[in-house]
């Protein structure tokens, strides 16, 4: 099955000449696109193409470092403009091996330009490689052009640079899985897979008979689990910041008030509900109009 190219598109309210040099200074380039670490151009021959090298750090001390041609760029008289690409790289360890691709700055008659780019490459590793690219890379760095375009389009317009804004979107998710474990490991561990003595112990100020808080603790489990998923899936995080804001101080007084004999003990109820309490107001602070890939425009 043959890939289909890559394709991103969004409005941009800037002027043509900031967002030209915004996406063809390499400083600048470098700043706001997720794809490359650095970005560096080499001298340029009269009459030929504009060739830089680019290194994009994957982690672990790992790096892909490849080639870049500025193959041409075209100014239209209606003030569009197109600037197309040549890349690739020699190291064995990339799943891209070679590519082409094209940016097109189209006017729409006012002070929106529509910023698009579509490319595509061959990748390495045979039929293993394609597989890889088709279920995991392309997506992803399809994933990673769109976010990026969004961190453009909010530094253009509003101001906000893009290391800031990388921060706290990188922030959010980090908060976003850790909640995501906390749910769900306090609600299968010590409830469904264990059913700690502890945790019926503080039913015991409902005189409920033990039967009973065995299915309370059950279901609490199950919600907590469930809440755990919410955490992923559900779109609005600043939303559920804003519950466990109010969540976590009746949690915190409801285990204090069953066992007050908590509060002398190791990683109590008050110290850790109010540290996911103050950690709530930091993510409900940061998650506020973050960047997201959903902005864009993914198909023609």
Not at 18 to 44: C, G, M, V
Request: proline share 5%; aromatic share 16%.
């Amino acid at each position: 099955m043959k890939s289909k190219p890559i394709y991103v598109e969004i409005p941009i309210n800037a002027e043509m000449e900031k967002l030209w040099n915004a996406t063809q200074q390499p400083d600048q380039h470098e700043q706001w696109d997720l794809r490359f670490s650095s970005i560096t151009y080499l001298p340029k021959e009269e009459n030929k193409p504009q060739e830089f090298t680019y290194k994009t750090k994957v982690g672990f001390g790992i790096a892909i470092e490849g080639w870049g041609r500025s193959v041409g760029s075209h100014h239209a008289e209606d003030g569009s403009k197109t600037s197309s690409l040549h890349f690739g790289t020699d190291q064995a360890i990339s799943i891209i091996r070679e590519g082409r691709g094209y940016w097109k700055y189209i006017s729409n008659g006012d002070s929106s330009i529509k910023f698009l780019t579509q490319y595509d490459y061959k990748t390495s590793f045979g039929r293993v490689g394609k597989w890889f690219d088709q279920i995991l890379f392309r997506p992803l760095i399809g994933w990673g052009t769109a976010l990026s375009f969004d961190v453009l389009k909010r530094w253009l317009e509003k101001g906000e640079t893009p290391s800031s804004q990388y921060i706290r979107f990188f922030s959010n998710w980090l908060i976003t899985f850790f909640f995501f474990f906390i749910w769900t490991y306090h609600g299968l561990v010590p409830k469904i897979i264990n059913m700690h003595p502890e945790e019926i112990a503080m039913l015991d100020v409902f005189s409920i008979t033990s039967i009973q808080a065995y299915w309370l603790v059950m279901i609490m489990g199950i919600v907590e689990g469930l809440f755990g998923l919410v955490w992923l899936l559900y779109s609005n995080k600043r939303r559920l910041y804003g519950i466990q804001i109010v969540l976590f101080p009746i949690l915190m007084l409801g285990a204090i008030i069953a066992q007050p004999s908590y509060l002398i003990r190791p990683f109590n109820p008050l110290t850790f509900n109010l540290a996911l309490f103050v950690l709530s107001i930091a993510g409900f602070m940061i998650s506020k109009d973050i960047p997201t890939a959903k902005s864009c425009k993914r198909k023609r």
